[in-house]
């Protein structure tokens, strides 16, 4: 559709901006508390909030906390949560066998979120790098990141989180094949109505470096993860990602990192009219909040305009470690 535009004085653009009334009447996309999805960090221990340096204001709280997390997202209508363990290194391993531990501190998180708000909406991130002595999200064999290996692994991992109560399964690790994999097994599992929110594009992106200090992987990561994680130069490419996990059972899709891909998160939604979302990473949070800190930026305004985009660019939602914060000016 061709916007037809009147010519001069005939339309004056700006009539429909003059008062806060009218640019609320004409407003083409609202945010609301129930687009997002909060990340949060889950450690060891009791009674412990420990702050992310590289990510000012977020925490990695112990399981005994992650009930007060819950309660909060349901007091402010964020309906979902999503959980990521920080692992001593210590215990990580080359088997990674801890990622289907039925007892692992995610298993042990998903179970206390369910205790402390059952309504909320409990995902996943399925990979194996916070459970590898490598950092990387699949085994590595001779230097090679092994796909069907892996995916058996990845397998089992969702399994035991869906048996833990969790209601939405988030596949981060880029392997071919492991959605369609997935959804058979969680349907020979009996948990049919368990969702898989797929990070289809998931981009090889230095934004997430701050995550990986947050989940004690960046030590840990040997190499990068180009073999797995897309090329930024790439878009079609996520076209085909996405067409292949919807075929193969995802129930929705996730762009990441989100405001640099912004253009894959419209192209997405207009093609494949999907419940879609993206992915405000750690990186693009540090550097809104260290520019914040700096005086150089308006933090909450820049933090409500950046929100606002996805919606405008055809997310269905948006992942973000301002959700809190986000959804109390929401509410006013
Ligand atoms: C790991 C994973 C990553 C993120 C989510 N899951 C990092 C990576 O792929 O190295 C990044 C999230 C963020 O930066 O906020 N599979």
Redesign the pocket.
Known sequence: MKPTVAPFPAARLRRIRQSASVRALVRENTLSPADLIWPVFVRDGTDIEEPVPSMPGVVRRSVDRIGDAAREAAALGIPAICIFPYIDQSLKTADCAGAWDPDNLSNRAIRAIKDAAPDIAVMT?V?L?PYNINGH?GFVVDGEIINDATVDALVKMTVAQANAGADIIGP??MMDGRIGAMRSALEKAGHQNVMILSYSAKYASA??GP??DAVGASGALSGD?NTY?MDPANSDEAMRLVERDLNEGADMVMIKPGLPYLDICRRVKDTFGAPTFA?Q???EYAMIRAAEQNGWIDGQKVMMESLMAFKRAGCDGVLSYFAPEAARLLNG
Do not use: I, L, M, T
């Open positions: 991130d990979a790098d999200d981060s690790d934004f997430y995550f990986r993860k994680q992915y990473v750690s990186g």
